[in-house]
């Protein structure tokens, strides 16, 4: 699976963003997807996931209430729409695709600044 992650850029606090993940290379629908982000100094950590249905989706406490996950299997993306934007919401995006149960495939990560 090849994942492409695109939408990021400069926002100002309390604005909203909406990160995209296009996947290719295998099947899509059956694959649980994540999005994770690295604040600069920082670990990668985890903020969002998704089953593949999009039934059922999880959120790290950050950003619970302000960000949503979701899929459209048809187009082989998911999103991440992100409200209320903070300073400290500012990292490196990832997506990432699980496989047997661990994130094996990742994108490249797209930049989100968001300025106060």
């Known amino acids: 699976v090849q994942l492409q992650a695109y939408g990021g850029g400069l926002v100002q606090a309390g604005n909203s963003l909406r990160l995209s993940c296009a996947a290719s290379?295998?099947?899509?629908?059956?694959?649980?997807m994540g999005w994770f982000r690295q604040a600069p100094g920082e670990e990668r950590e985890f903020v969002a996931s998704?089953?593949?249905?999009?039934?059922?989706?999880n959120y790290a406490d950050s950003v619970k209430g302000r960000f949503t996950i979701s899929r459209d299997n048809a187009k082989n993306t998911v999103y991440l729409q992100m409200n209320s934007l903070k300073s400290e919401d500012t990292a490196v995006y990832y997506c990432?695709?699980?496989?047997?149960?661990?994130?094996?495939?990742w994108g490249q990560g797209t930049l989100v600044t968001v300025s106060s």
């Open positions: 990432a695709a699980k496989r047997s149960g661990e994130y094996v495939y």
């Open positions: 290379g295998r099947t899509f629908v059956g694959i649980p």
């Open positions: 998704i089953n593949w249905s999009g039934s059922s989706s």
